[in-house]
Each structure stands twice: as C-alpha cells, then as structure tokens.
Nanobody, 122 residues
Framework: QVQLVESGGGLVQVGGSLRLSCAAS????????MRWFRQAPGKQREMVAT???????NYADSVKGRFTISRDNAKNTVYLQMNSLKPEDTAVYYC????????????????WGQGTQVTVSS
C-alpha cells in the first residue's frame, strides 16, 4: 500500500519560513499531478499549490509569490517552500498525489497524506 508522509510543519512567527516535505513509501510507484492542500479550523480544505509531471505549477491567489512547490521524481517527494508566512496560513497541510501506472500512465488511485500542522504566530 502506498502512503504519503508529510514533515516539516511547526510553529513559526509572522514573516518566517517553513519547508514542507511529502515522501511516498513503497517501491516502483509513479505519480502524475501532486498537490498541497490546507484546512484551517472551521473552513473547507483548499488547494494551495499544484505541480504536474512536466513541472508546470499553479497556486492559490492567497499564496502566489510566497509559496513554491517543487518535486523530486527520483525520490517520489514533493516540497512546499513557504516564505513570508502570515497568521492566515495557519492550517493543517496535506499532500495529495495521483498515482499512475508507469508503463501506461493510467490512473490508479488518489493518495493523501495524514497532514502536518503549520501555525503562524503574531
């Protein structure tokens, strides 16, 4: 069974930075689109950043210019560099990845991590 494990969350002051990582367990796995989502207390889960197989990216308007998503396909790991953090960035951050069959690129499953807490204090 493929699992995604996030790390790098924690408590940071306003204006600070954090780098989240999300690594996939299991051998011989491939992913197409990989994303970061977040969910603040009392709010719906929202997409933060997306990175596709070819490296193209999309960001929520609220994080553009401050967050950067990247991936290391050899390590099956996706990262989220978060700079100039604000209190409204406080949330549980989840990574998500579309697992595909390497030979055919066919969709296999949607995989989610367990989440990592990011708290920005003022």
């Amino acid at each position: 069974q493929v699992q995604l494990v996030e790390s790098g969350g924690g408590l940071v002051q306003v204006g600070g930075s954090l780098r989240l990582s999300c690594a996939a367990s299991g051998s011989d796995v491939s992913f197409s689109t990989m994303r970061w989502f977040r969910q603040a207390p009392g709010k719906q889960r929202e997409m933060v950043a997306t990175i596709r197989t070819g490296g193209s990216t999309n960001y929520a308007d609220s994080v553009k210019g401050r967050f950067t998503i990247s991936r290391d396909n050899a390590k099956n790991t996706v990262y989220l560099q978060m700079n100039s953090l604000k209190p409204e960035d406080t949330a549980v951050y989840y990574c998500n990845a579309i697992r595909i069959q390497r030979a055919t690129l066919l969709y296999l499953e949607d995989v989610w991590g367990q989440g990592t807490q990011v708290t920005v204090s003022s």
